[in-house]
């Protein structure tokens, strides 16, 4: 099974080289790397896509706030500052 997913993977970073025009150092290279999603990459995902760049851009951010908030606890731990407001 895990080889069928592996082949997938890797079928669909060739399909996507091809697709936007970019080498496939710009997609990952073997199956399970992950690399983040460059404005030049968002400009042509969302040409190829008839999206926004803002799409990917956003669907960045949240992959990267997820991975943060799930697989790290030290964030939990800052205090809040309070802030007094002068008159």
């Not at 091809?18 to 992950?34: C, D, F, I, S």
């Not at 040409?47 to 908030?69: G, N």
């Amino acid at each position: 099974m895990q080889m069928m997913r592996d082949g997938l993977v890797a079928l669909a970073a060739c399909l996507l080289v091809a697709l936007v025009g970019v080498g496939k150092r710009a997609t990952a290279q073997e199956p399970g790397q992950r690399g983040a999603v460059t404005a030049d990459m968002a400009l042509r995902l969302s040409r190829a896509f008839e999206t926004t760049p803002q799409v990917w851009i956003d669907l960045q951010k949240d992959y990267e706030l997820w991975h943060a908030a799930t697989g790290s606890h030290g964030w939990k731990k800052v205090k809040t500052v309070e802030l007094k407001r002068s008159a």
